[in-house]
């Protein structure tokens, strides 16, 4: 019943406004977004929330709306930090094409080639399929997190004794063992750990100084608090909904995978970066936004740390974490958009089109393919 009410709120919000879609200029569609962002909010009950759009390689419009923090009436700022999750699998996936650039990876070649002490089954898995998930690895993660509920060393032993669930390039599975093993490939190549990598190579190249790593148990100034109007594991079925804490467990091998902590306007300058090939060159930006191919010849959900939600007849590659932050990039039109917020179930990679349209770009909500979702990844207490 909540799921029907939820997507009627939603069709309401998106559907009437096709009409006035396209906007003439920049400050008209910029007033058409911020009123379709306080109308979002109220109807899907968004505490808090940051937006920036890129048009053209410029910021057009960068700001926060609501309360990072509720019980306490703390405001949503540009400096409030809000969790990517696996949106962060995007910066991955540009650290990888950096690294191949420079002669250091083969995407082609087997992930045996850098990392020893791999399963037999591991060591026949290309790098691009650790990328677009079409490596057939079992998961580290399950429902309740962890493999095992135990520590990271215990959920890494036990997923290595699992056997693999297809085999390479056979089909698209969302799986974080994936990023496990890029985390290490990045760590082995560059003679760095993952996160100062992407810190030296991403962060400090783009302007990024309020991006980190961490969760939702860490100490981490301005960070937004996280909620969800999902029942709690001890609420009858018959609960009324209510707003609570959301916590989310994300230890540093998982990091690559959806350890970022950062602002909307540190995704933008990110994307400045990218859109001017500041990162990568063209060329390894096309590759990366390009589906990964099964062995059948058939395109899979994902490109190289992205999802590409559509590949023709105009692009669309998104980073979705969390069911609580998004950005998409429509690459033919020059225009990305980032939304935060601190609600999971927000999920804005869904009303993210509508503000698309209002700068020009016919967008429809694009079709995810249900392993391709984004995960809460996380447990309300």
Request: hydrophobic share 45%.
């Amino acid at each position: 019943m909540r799921s029907t009410y939820r997507v009627i709120l939603m069709a309401a919000l998106l559907f009437p406004l096709g009409a006035q879609a396209r906007a003439g200029n920049v400050d008209t569609a910029n007033q058409q977004t911020r009123q379709f962002i306080g109308r979002t909010m109220d109807a899907l009950r968004i505490p808090g929330l940051q937006i920036a759009v890129i048009q053209d390689g410029k910021v057009v419009l960068s700001e926060s709306h609501g309360l990072a923090n509720v019980e306490n009436r703390l405001p949503a700022t540009r400096t409030t930090r809000f969790p990517l999750n696996s949106a962060t699998k995007s910066f991955t996936g540009v650290a990888m094409m950096q690294l191949a650039e420079a002669g250091k990876v083969n995407l082609d070649a087997p992930i045996s080639t850098y990392l020893a002490d791999l399963p037999e089954a591991w060591r026949g898995v290309r790098v691009r399929q650790l990328l677009g998930h079409t490596s057939g690895l079992p998961d580290i993660l399950d429902a309740q997190g962890l493999l095992g509920g135990g520590s990271e060393q215990a959920a890494w032993a036990a997923v290595t004794r699992l056997p693999v669930e297809a085999a390479p390039g056979a089909r698209f599975t969302y799986n974080q063992t994936n990023y496990v093993l890029l985390a290490r490939i990045i760590a082995a190549q560059s003679a760095m750990p993952y996160d100062r990598y992407v810190a030296t190579r991403q962060f400090d190249v783009a302007g990024m100084p309020s991006t980190t790593f961490g969760d939702s148990y860490d100490l981490i100034a301005n960070s937004a608090t996280i909620y969800s109007w999902f029942p709690r594991r001890t609420d009858a079925p018959d609960a009324t909904p209510r707003l609570s804490h959301w916590f989310y467990d994300m230890t540093p091998g998982l990091w690559a995978g959806g350890g970022m902590l950062t602002t909307a306007d540190d995704v933008a300058q990110w994307l400045v970066a990218l859109s001017g090939n500041r990162l990568i060159n063209a060329a390894s930006t096309r590759r990366m936004w390009t589906s990964e191919r099964l062995n059948d010849g058939s395109e899979g959900a994902w490109g190289d740390g992205w999802a590409v939600l559509q590949g023709a007849p105009q692009r669309q590659v998104a980073g979705m974490g969390g069911a609580r932050s998004a950005f998409i990039v429509y690459p033919d039109q020059g225009l990305a958009i980032v939304v935060l917020t601190n609600l999971v179930g927000a999920n804005p990679q869904n009303f993210i089109p509508q503000i698309a349209a209002f700068y020009g770009v016919d967008a429809p909500v694009p079709t995810v393919s249900r392993a391709a979702r984004p995960s809460p990844a996380g447990s309300r207490r």
